[in-house]
């Protein structure tokens, strides 16, 4: 677990105490401002850059690969120092986040001028306007468009001695998404899992708890602890009504007392680190557990629903299905995805929404294009409400609330529409009509980033605004006329009038120029200003005097268009609520558009979801793999699944047992199904010719082998672990898929754990189960357990060699083909060979005497029956024992050992 802040690293920067020696005033506002923040980088502006002295500098000199320097003293110390510049801070700053550091944002908050008024040696005024952590970024540069950003905040209700229920608050600061929920300790990681936070704050008690140790340490995500004070129910309560403006928390529902805490705590991790600003958070919405299928973490890497097992989103479910055309669909698809649906009312309304547009597809299409004009509404609007906005975030507010009443109007057309449809469009139609034609007025088509970049309004917008604008272009030409004047007075063609922020205007001339420069008559009209190595530059009383007229105009221009800014951020703030409704529902409609055109495109099938227990699959697909085998031209082979139970008395679902050789696809079978279950759950379509699904409630997975050698776990105890988890926890409405159980440990015993797994599936769990096995002896639990079934992985043979058909078929393998693929894998000839004979005595022994002759009585197999050993007396020679006393084990290589291993069986 990497901890945010890195305390320790950080409030060693500087020392809070006063030195003896004498101190700077700036290095003294500096240790001010660090002791105030110790917790985190702290960035210090100076000028064009911002700076970082001691520890924090070295921190970061580390990290950014930036050089380190040093500046003066202190406490008869070097000052380690380093920089970044302003306007390439925002790559900084995502490089510091992402190795899980936080950064307090110290700004310049008066004018040089103001402070040079105090004194010259009076230091500007500078303050943290802002902390940047991993979960509380807003920048543009610094998000990923599809993904959301949440924290969550964690509090605690103890319900007995040795129990407690969590409260969790996740926010997303950039879209103002705000949810609670209460959850066991046990379903935390889940919860986790599902919402993939960038950072999780909760009080330090929390955090500090010995019970609590381990599980911090596994959490992949930067934890934050936070002082227990005002963090208890009461003030969380008060809080939340004092952001939101309301006298009692009834008209947002019903909290218990662990949500309450836990939204107060999220409340006042904000309020931290905003300094101030207010985020356009809704209101707090709470999110039941029992609304969506419940999918740890472990489940989700070996399905890679939203990531792959090295982490990247490419060749993960999400990037397969994805094919929305917004970053607000974007995010909305992976939180539809990350949270299957188990109310089968809304799992229908969305499969409506979906079906409408697979068979209209001139409509689909209409849709779409619109879509794509809509940018991203819901996180320009938090810039602009956090007062970080600028002028492209309210021309994206306006083209977006113009592509909505497009896009209103267009499905109105249609007419008819399903629940899930219109109410979207009744939430496009919430907002002012008038407020994207003001913003479209205003805003001039070349837009600058910042908005003290000036010149965002539009020409004619402002009377007042283009008479100072024609006064600064004006002011330009008579910049021009007088250099012409004074290059034909002074006979020098090469002279120029130039500007600069240290300077102003000034006169620029070649050096030997400017030596006539100094004498008379000349030096009358010119002032000397600076000499450089290869020209000179001076000032002019007529000059300053046009500088003057060009700064006046140029500040109260900015200021105008400041104040228009100000002025539409206003408008646009007051229709909130109403705007982030609207960007939720074109997020909608992005979705269900996407998994139509998804549908249509691949010939994907209406599921059928409801509350009974089947599971039947016709002409199932992997959606990854096919996608992928298509890319280079190749069929996907289609297959079927049954574990709906067997008959209408039946009162758990099938365990199917599937056998067969490696790489023929038994893998990709069992993950398919589990995929489809939950791409029907989160309203979509799947890839099959039908589907039949009860609603799965929980999805566990026991696929591939990896160790945890960072918690001393080897690859056989992180799949006993992740095997006990599912036997523990799977009820009848859950979906099993287990791959090779009982792989990692000797053969007797790992056909004992999976045997006995089987049988606690088939009578405990009494769940709809794919369980995929090398172990051939397990199929004849097909004869002995009503409800499971055995299926096999087709392949033939073809001159020797093993051809996979990777079709799914009634019945058992009796061989996996190890020795086939181990040849198509690369291993020497003369290995191949090796084995094929060591196969071929041990199939012999086997045949002789078998070691799994199952019967009746036993749950197992019976023990093999032994010969007695033959009777030597002391006169008969023992070949037998001689040829042991000339074995040296230790001195054998594993050849060896097997050849003697054969010579002594020859001679028993």
């Known amino acids: 677990m990497r901890h945010s802040p890195p305390r320790e690293a950080t409030r060693s920067a500087a020392p809070a105490e006063a030195a003896p020696e004498r101190v700077t005033p700036m290095m003294a506002q500096y240790v001010e401002i660090k002791a105030a923040n110790p917790d985190c980088l702290l960035f210090y502006r100076m000028g064009d850059f911002y700076e970082l002295f001691f520890r924090d500098a070295e921190i970061a000199s580390r990290t950014l690969g930036i050089v380190l320097t040093k500046r003066g003293k202190h406490q ?48 500007v005024k500078r303050d943290v306007v802002r902390l940047v952590t991993p979960g509380t970024i807003t920048e543009e540069r610094l998000l990923e468009p599809g993904r959301a950003s949440l924290f969550v905040a964690v509090a605690r209700r103890k319900t007995g001695e040795a129990a407690a229920l969590y409260g969790v608050a996740a926010i997303d600061i950039s879209t103002g998404r705000f949810t609670v929920m209460e959850t066991p300790q046990e379903r935390l990681s889940i919860e986790f899992s599902r919402l993939e936070p960038r950072e999780i704050v909760c009080p330090d008690a929390i955090h500090d708890d010995p019970e609590l140790k381990e599980f911090w340490r596994e959490i992949a995500v930067p934890v934050t602890p936070l002082a227990r004070d005002g963090l208890d129910a009461a003030s969380a309560e008060r809080r939340l009504k004092e952001f939101f403006g309301v006298a009692t928390l009834d008209a947002f529902g019903s909290f218990s007392r662990a949500e309450i805490a836990a939204a107060g705590a999220a409340l006042a991790y904000v309020e931290r680190t905003q300094l101030g600003a207010r985020p356009p958070l809704s209101a707090p919405v709470r999110d039941s557990g029992s609304a969506t299928m419940l999918i740890d973490a472990a489940t989700r890497a070996n399905l890679e629903l939203t990531r792959t097992l090295s982490g990247e989103r490419q060749g993960s479910l999400l990037a397969a299905i994805d094919r929305t055309v917004t970053p607000g669909g974007a995010r909305l698809l992976a939180e539809w995805l990350a949270g299957p649906l188990t109310e089968q009312g809304a799992i229908a309304a969305r499969h409506d929404a979906v079906e409408l547009l697979v068979a209209d597809g001139a409509l689909r299409e209409d849709l779409r294009r619109a879509l794509e004009k809509v940018p991203d509404v819901a996180r320009a609007l938090a810039r602009l409400s956090l007062d970080r906005g600028g002028p492209r ?43 994207p034609l003001r913003l479209t007025e205003a805003l001039a088509e070349e837009l600058p980033l910042n908005r003290r970049d000036g010149r965002f309004v539009r020409e004619g917008y402002d009377a007042a605004l283009d008479e100072l604008r024609l006064l600064q272009v004006d002011s330009r030409k008579v910049i021009a006329q007088l250099q012409a004047r004074y290059a034909t007075e002074t006979g020098c063609r090469t002279l120029r009038i130039k500007h600069n922020a240290m300077l102003g205007y000034f006169v620029e001339v070649p050096q030997a120029i400017g030596e006539e420069f100094l004498k008379d008559p000349w030096r009358a009209t010119f002032v000397h200003r600076q000499t450089m190595s290869d020209a000179m530059r001076f000032s002019s009383v007529e000059l300053g005097e046009l500088e003057a007229k060009i700064a006046s105009a140029a500040d109260r221009a900015l200021k105008l268009e400041l104040a228009i800014f100000a002025r539409l951020t206003e408008a646009v703030l007051a229709q909130a609520e109403p705007v ?98 939950v ?6 379509f799947v890839p099959a010719a039908k589907a039949h699904i009860g609603i799965v409630d929980r999805l566990f997975s026991r696929v591939g082998a990896a160790d945890d050698l960072a918690r001393g776990r080897s690859t056989f105890m992180v799949e006993m672990v992740e095997t006990a988890a599912i036997l523990n926890q799977a009820g009848p409405r859950a979906l099993v898929i287990l791959d090779e159980i009982g792989r990692g440990t000797a053969t007797f015993d790992g056909l004992s754990i999976a045997w006995a797994a089987i049988e606690h599936l088939h009578e405990v769990n009494r769940c709809r189960s794919l369980f995929a096995t090398h172990y051939h002896e397990l199929t004849a639990l097909g004869d002995r357990l009503d409800r499971v079934a055995n299926a096999t992985v087709r392949v033939t043979e073809w001159k020797g060699e093993v051809v996979f058909l990777h079709e799914v078929v009634p019945g058992a393998a009796d061989r996996s083909y190890g020795i086939q693929v181990a040849k198509l894998a690369g291993l020497p000839p003369a290995v191949v060979e090796r084995a094929r004979a060591i196969l071929g005595e041990l199939e012999k022994t086997e045949r002789e005497k078998p070691v799994a002759s199952l019967v009746d009585d036993l749950p197992l197999f019976a023990a093999p029956l032994r010969r007695p050993a033959p009777v030597v007396t002391e006169d008969q020679p023992d070949g037998l024992r001689d040829e042991l006393a000339g074995i040296e084990p230790d001195e054998m290589t594993p050849r060896e050992a097997l050849e003697a291993l054969y010579r002594l069986k020859g001679l028993a």
């Open 76 to 123: 008869g110390d070097d000052i380690p120092m380093c920089g970044v510049p302003v306007d390439r801070a925002d790559d900084y700053l995502q490089r510091l986040i992402a190795a899980g550091h936080r950064v307090a944002v110290c700004e310049q908050t008066e004018d040089p001028a103001e402070a040079r008024k105090r004194g010259n040696k009076s230091v």
């Open 393 to 435: 975030d309210l021309a994206a507010l306006g083209a977006g609330l113009t592509a909505a009443r497009d896009i209103a109007a267009l499905l109105l057309r249609r007419g008819d529409l399903p629940d899930e449809l219109a109410r979207a469009i009744r939430a496009l139609g919430e907002t002012d009509p008038d407020l």
């Open 580 to 677: 982030k409704a609207a960007a939720l529902a074109l997020a909608a409609l992005d979705v269900v558009a996407a998994l139509a055109d998804l549908a249509a495109r691949e010939g994907w099938s209406r599921p059928i979801v409801d509350a009974g227990a089947a599971f039947s699959i016709e002409r199932g697909r992997h959606p990854v793999v096919e996608a992928a085998l298509k890319r280079d031209g190749k069929p996907f082979v289609a297959n079927d699944t049954e574990l709906s139970p067997p008959g209408t008395e039946a009162t758990g679902g099938r365990i199917c047992l599937i056998t067969g050789p490696n790489m023929a696809g038994k893998s990709t079978f069992l993950r398919q199904n589990a995929l489809i279950a």
């Open 679 to 684: 791409l029907a759950q989160m309203g979509s």
